[in-house]
């Protein structure tokens, strides 16, 4: 027994003396200093495990460093905490590629051919290249002017006909991330997909709820067909879903941006079965973050009076009552004369965001002329940690404060690189929210998806809808559109309301 005690601690013992002359011989004096390797290689794995979002900013606080490696088994990760090195990343944007890793995500996450995922993989640093020219198809889809405005329009038009329906019922309760979650996902998806929009189908949507929760094990490639299996069944149900739309072509009468991504992928070659699966991710483009940030910015303005006071009165600045005693309000002065709703919004980022940027290392670089980059590894700035970093918000950092990016005169404006962050204001103006206990209380976040940059609550409140007022409401985009009337009829094709 004594024998085979000794054999084990010499094992043990020899094993650790390897990693520690293993980490020393490949980690280079002018890379980044390596942290959480007290024994090399594995206990990165293990407080990463055992801490989960707390871990990059206890590091940060731990060792002070502007930047540190963590070494993993087969891999390198450099983890950025300074925010006078997130510029310099972002400016070696071929160097440091967010392009690869979007090609890795599309073969494991939308499961597209090898065909496509040569097209979608090559040249992921080149301008010629698929990924490199996305952002050029798309942009004038999303920046100001008449095609974002349609889209933005006819979400709204979609969300206020749905807060007619929840006015006319009268006081109703509910659980608030499910509600907001369901109608800010379909009033999203009206505005982008248009009147074939595969998402009023419940059906769609549920699958959508089951896949997005397990989408890392995607990423992984973790064989989501055995350990994620009813996502993967849902996922390839919507791809069947959306081969359809876009085979009848629906996408025809949608929004200029899934016009632009269909044509991207007719440009460069990629198959109607492969369009279909990369839609999934443009799906989560549009929704993965949307509602969760939508359900907390509705819970930090109705839990806090002087929030919700602030808020409304602003608001109100842009509504008018018109002879016959409807309200309209004009979504010009939404966009550019609502500061504070704009304030609060990103305060909400500031606080809740948990998304981590991330890059692939294309090859050796050195990083602000300092700190070596090796090729293949990847880099991670960590939103959390810029998000609390007390040197750069204040005493304060620890507080919501609705307030914080309205700009004041005296007051020093927060540098905008350190603010990482990715309906509600006519849910303010026409509904009262009620917790049914009588308090509000912020659900925590420990079991939300690893890969959503938006927390999901672990546990939904339970709140009571109480409708402010019962005049009918117009809406109107004045530079652009006319002024629309909001009834059931402008929004046909909508037929699934919500059981309440």
Same mark, same amino acid.
């Given at each position: 027994m004594g024998f085979n005690l000794a054999v084990v601690i010499g094992a043990v013992a020899a094993t650790y003396v390897f990693l520690v002359t293993l980490l020393r011989l490949t980690q280079d004096a002018k890379e980044p200093p390596s942290i959480s390797d007290a024994v090399p290689f594995v206990t990165p794995m293990v407080n990463m495990a055992s801490k989960g979002g707390s871990f990059y900013h206890l590091m940060r606080d731990?060792?002070?460093?502007?930047?540190?490696?963590?070494?993993?088994?087969?891999?390198?990760?450099? %983890?950025?905490?300074?925010?006078?090195?997130? =510029?310099?990343?972002?400016?070696? &944007?071929? @160097?440091?590629?967010?392009? #690869? /890793?979007?090609?890795?995500?599309?073969?494991?996450?939308?499961?597209?051919?090898?065909?496509?995922?040569?097209? %979608?993989?090559?040249?992921?640093?080149?301008? =010629?290249?698929?990924?490199?020219? &996305?952002? @050029?198809?798309?942009?004038? #889809? /999303?920046s100001a002017g008449p095609g974002l405005d349609a889209l933005n329009t006819r979400s709204i038009e979609v969300i206020t006909q749905s807060l007619d329906t929840w006015v006319r019922s009268g006081s109703t309760t509910v659980k608030m991330f499910e509600w907001v979650r369901h109608e800010l996902l379909l009033a999203s998806t009206e505005g982008v997909y248009g009147p074939g929009n595969p998402f009023r189908d419940p059906a769609m949507e549920k699958a959508w709820y089951t896949f997005e929760p397990h989408i890392m094990m995607f990423v992984l490639n973790i064989y989501p067909p055995i350990f994620a299996r009813k996502s993967f069944k849902a996922r390839e149900y919507m791809v069947k879903v959306w081969e359809r739309y876009f085979d009848e072509g629906l996408y025809k009468k949608g929004s200029e941006l899934v016009k632009a991504r269909v044509k991207i992928n007719e440009d460069f070659g990629i198959s109607l079965e492969d369009t279909a699966r990369i839609e999934i991710g443009g799906s989560q483009a549009i929704l993965a973050n949307t509602l969760p940030a939508t359900f907390w910015v509705i819970y930090h303005v109705f839990s806090d009076p002087v929030v919700l006071q602030d808020i409304r009165y602003e608001l109100l600045q842009g509504v008018c009552e018109d002879k016959d005693g409807n309200y309209m309000i004009d979504l010009t002065h939404v966009k550019s004369s609502c500061p504070l709703l704009l304030s609060t919004f990103k305060e909400v980022m500031r606080i809740h965001s948990t998304s981590t940027a991330t890059r692939i290392a294309m090859e050796d670089h050195r990083l602000d002329g300092k700190y070596l980059l090796k090729k293949g590894s990847t880099i991670m700035m960590p939103s959390k940690v810029q998000h609390t970093n007390r040197a750069v918000w204040g005493h304060t950092v620890d507080e919501f404060n609705h307030k914080r990016f309205m700009r004041e005169p005296g007051v020093k404006r927060v540098n905008p690189v350190a603010f990482r962050g990715f309906g509600g204001a006519l849910v303010v103006l026409r509904l009262d929210l009620h917790p049914v206990d009588g308090k509000w209380a912020q659900p925590s976040t420990a079991k939300s998806p690893m890969v959503n940059a938006m927390p999901i609550p672990d546990l939904d409140i339970t709140v009571e809808l109480r409708p402010r007022d019962s005049r009918n409401w117009k809406v109107s985009f004045s530079g652009y559109a006319k002024d629309m009337e909001i009834s059931a009829e402008d929004i046909g094709g909508i037929t699934h309301v919500p059981e309440h």
């Open positions: 731990k060792y002070n460093l502007p930047i540190y490696t963590l070494r993993m088994p087969g891999s390198r990760l450099y %983890i950025v905490n300074s925010p006078s090195l997130l =510029t310099p990343i972002q400016n070696q &944007f071929r @160097k440091l590629s967010f392009t #690869a /890793l979007e090609a890795i995500v599309a073969v494991n996450v939308f499961g597209v051919s090898k065909d496509t995922n040569a097209i %979608i993989g090559g040249d992921v640093t080149n301008d =010629t290249g698929y990924l490199m020219n &996305f952002p @050029k198809y798309i942009h004038s #889809a /999303l």
